[in-house]
């Protein structure tokens, strides 16, 4: 494992990168806010009354294709913070991780450029998702190669990550199988329809948006964790029952639907696990109060 210094060319670039990519999906707030001002239409009751002429509406083409290109975001970039990272500590040649982590960077801004700004025609979108995606793949697939005799929490954070991004091409796959989708100029350009509310692609978004509600959380917790020096042994069990939980909810909610209680025990068992580091790190560090 490679020390993350800061006089690291590669962990410097990396900084920088996840900086822009922060301050990117920062703008994407107040993007949706204005556009719902100049069109009039809000989600919320209160926030109608303070304009003239204002109405409560959710549906608008203009603000949800904003909120799509966020969504997209927060299930992509924050994966990107995790891998990036982890990927740092396996020593890749700076220059090699510089161009990674500017590719993923210029990717991700021409993504929300032609979704929610200029929206262009595919394959423009596509390209610009499919860049990044497989940057993130590949430095997570370096992450597990460099770390797969270690079963440590960085090698179980790399899995998770890579398994978060996947729900995003079973949602593509599973849209391009049903030919429903979100956007018109997808669905003119495979002669499908546009469809919000398939089942088979809400499934799989609920999935993907459970996964969204739980891993970061325990990125965080397990980093948290570590430093209050639990057992070797105990530390490895949790990050590993934890990581087979996430994989088991994702197989029997969208893979292959089960009957209750299946979903159940993939989604309580890693809860409760999250919940046991919190509350160990919270005990741990109470004196600072």
Known sequence: MVAFALNNPAVQSYILYSA???LKLLVLSPMTGVTRVIRGVFANPEDAKTIKGGKVKFDDPVVERIRRAH???LENIPAFWVLG????TTGPVAAWATLLFRAYTLGRILHTIVYAVVPLPQPARAIAFVVPAFISFYMGLQVI???????SYILYSAILAIKLLALSILTGTTRAKKNVYANPEDARARKGVVKYDDPDVERVRRAHLNDLENIPVFWVLGALYLTTAPSAWLATTLFRVYTAGRILHTLVYAVKPMPP???GIGFGIPYFITIFMGVKVVL???SAL
């Open 20 to 22: 822009i990519l922060a």
């Open 71 to 73: 969504l997209n975001d």
């Open 85 to 88: 990272a982890l990927y740092v």
């Open 145 to 151: 190669l460099y770390y797969i005799t270690a079963f």
């Open 261 to 263: 209680p299946s979903r």
């Open 284 to 286: 741990h560090y109470i």
